[in-house]
């Protein structure tokens, strides 16, 4: 290549002339010999130059001085190329030289050239919001149908993704408004999900499917709803948008699902009121508290607009039994514990999984977040599988409940420092866990604290014969005080707990209210008893 015209940065005379605008030096230097076509390091000419900075003397030089080529040669250099790709039409509509554009389409240059990232004239002119320059190419024939960029976007979904509406407006005249991509999304799809209202309603006013889905089963609504795209979602929802339509392959997903995961509460409550309610506790659907457990203002919301605590069971379709059950797997997180609050509250019913994670642990939080909204009844009140009602804001916990808590807790007693005093502070009868399992079994220092409750004198031979053989095989250190009767002042204070109920003694202020002495206070409620040492536990605090 010549580069004997050129300067230092291997731009030449005529292209740097053209580069400026300047139509006198451009004109003196082509008459003086230099030559239009040498190309830069970039492989930009001339011509490139000159629609780049939409002179349009400067191109109308250019292409006089090769017009006396033959017609083939003049439409080889108007259509040239530069390394990118690029064409001086490209160039200059990309930059909204609607003047140029339209002096180059004149003398032939092609409409629909493609780009090496495979842009074209227009596609850059909509890219750019050049409107002008979109509607001329429009007119004279551009193809508006042809898929651009690695995802297969055509002009409309640009458009649209910009939030060019007047462009919009221009395309939805000439454009297929089904279009999609790579994804099977539609220009209508791209508008809901980017928040493009002037743009969604122009291609709903012009036809377009507010129903369409793409590959993934994903609606235009159920994205708006992701996104928390308001304006979107009541557009869609006036033009006839199926909020009951199934959105997944995998579950039956709502817009309303994908509302209360993110924790879109205003959009939530807008879907709440025209989504179908089979969704909350149907077999086979998928009730929104699952998605809403990490975040707990959603839980708050739909719990306040009547959706049920337990839902249904989602284990074949999500891998948990309840929302309480998936709240509690992932409660370290603070607002998960949230929604756990909220969901007990709510009356939430217990498995035997969610006393797994509340007792299969060197940690407590769970369990006494539980115990929070969760009374134990008395005895009697099991064995008699009776009902009771709340007491202050706390339901009584079922006997299957409590049958499960006892199951899991015997199964984990490796635990058992951590979680047995807790459920005896709560009202717990001490005697519910003495099993042959618990006193075979448990740590020495933790089948102490738990006979402190009971009067040790009394328990049955099989018991009795178990601690012996424990203690003759030093696995068992008692206290001292287990080879005699106990105290008096023990079997008072036992006496009191069976007559007030184990529930009344350690989770109210009954003790108080009695008239005896304010240092009996602690002893009367067991406080003197010193919990077992847990060293897992110990080591998580350090």
């Known amino acids: 290549m010549d580069f004997t015209e050129c300067y230092g940065d291997s731009v030449s ?11 006198v030096r451009v004109r003196r230097l082509i008459r003086s010999g230099c030559r239009v076509d040498l190309q830069d390091n970039r492989g930009w000419n001339a011509l490139h130059e000159a629609a780049a900075a939409g002179s349009r003397e400067c191109v109308q030089e250019i292409l006089s001085a090769v017009g006396g080529r033959s017609c083939v040669g003049s439409r080889t250099y108007v259509n040239s190329l530069t390394h990118e790709g690029e064409s001086a039409c490209y160039l200059a509509a990309q930059r909204g030289h609607l003047a140029v554009v339209r002096l180059l389409l004149k003398a032939h240059a092609n409409i629909d050239q493609l780009t090496n990232d495979l842009s074209c004239p227009l596609y850059a002119a909509v890219d750019s919001g050049h409107h002008d320059v979109v509607k001329l190419l429009v007119s004279k024939g551009a193809e508006v149908n042809r898929t651009h960029t690695a995802s297969c976007w055509t002009c409309l979904h640009q458009a649209v993704y910009k939030g060019r509406s007047e462009a919009v407006r221009i395309l939805v005249n000439v454009c297929d408004l089904e279009v999609v991509d790579d994804h099977s999304i539609s220009p209508l799809f791209v ?3 980017y928040g493009q209202t002037d743009c969604l309603q122009l291609l709903i006013s ?5 129903n369409t889905q793409a590959a993934d089963l994903a609606t235009p609504l159920l994205i708006a709803s992701q996104e928390d795209h308001q304006a979107c979602v009541e557009l869609l929802l006036q ?6 339509l199934a959105c997944s392959r995998d579950w039956p997903q709502l817009p309303v699902h994908a509302a209360a995961e ?4 205003s959009v939530l409550r807008r879907l709440i009121d025209v989504t179908d309610r089979r969704c909350d506790c149907s077999p086979g659907s998928v009730s929104p508290l699952y998605m809403a457990v990490r975040k707990h203002q959603s839980v708050e919301t739909l719990l306040q607009e009547g959706f049920s605590p337990d839902a249904q069971d989602c284990s074949d379709s999500l891998g948990v039994r309840s929302p309480l059950s998936f709240a509690l ?9 949230e929604s756990v609050r909220l969901l007990l509250a709510a009356g939430a019913s217990l498995s035997e999984q969610d006393w797994i994670h509340a007792l299969a642990t060197d940690r407590t939080e769970l369990l006494e977040l539980i115990l929070e909204y969760r009374w134990i009844p008395r005895l009697e009140t099991v064995m008699l599988d009776c009902s009771a009602p709340r007491r ?4 009584l916990l079922k006997q299957q409940e409590l049958r499960e808590m006892l199951c899991v807790a015997l199964s984990h007693l490796r635990f058992a420092c951590c979680w047995l005093p807790v459920l005896l502070k709560a009202g717990l009868e001490p005697s519910l866990l003495l099993q042959p399992d618990m006193l075979e079994q448990a740590d020495s220092e933790v089948l102490n604290y738990l006979l402190e409750f009971v009067n040790w004198s009394t328990l049955s031979p ?3 014969h178990i601690l012996d053989k424990r203690r003759a095989e030093k696995t068992w250190e008692p206290h001292t005080h287990f080879d005699l009767i106990p105290r008096l002042s023990h079997m008072c204070r036992l006496q009191l707990r069976q007559t007030l109920g184990t529930d009344l003694l350690m989770r109210t202020d009954v003790v108080q209210q009695m008239p005896v002495p304010t240092p009996l206070h602690s002893f009367l409620k067991f406080r003197d008893i010193s919990e077992p040492l847990c060293m897992a536990r110990l080591h998580h605090r350090l």
């Open 13 to 23: 005379s005529v292209a740097a002339a053209a580069r400026s605008g300047s139509r």
């Open 191 to 193: 508008a809901a999900q």
């Open 206 to 210: 012009a036809g377009a499917n507010v």
């Open 239 to 244: 033009n006839g948008a199926d909020p009951n």
């Open 262 to 265: 993110f924790g879109h509460i």
């Open 329 to 337: 797997s992932l409660a370290s997180h603070t607002p998960c514990s």
């Open 392 to 395: 202050r804001g706390r339901a």
């Open 462 to 464: 099989p018991l009795k």
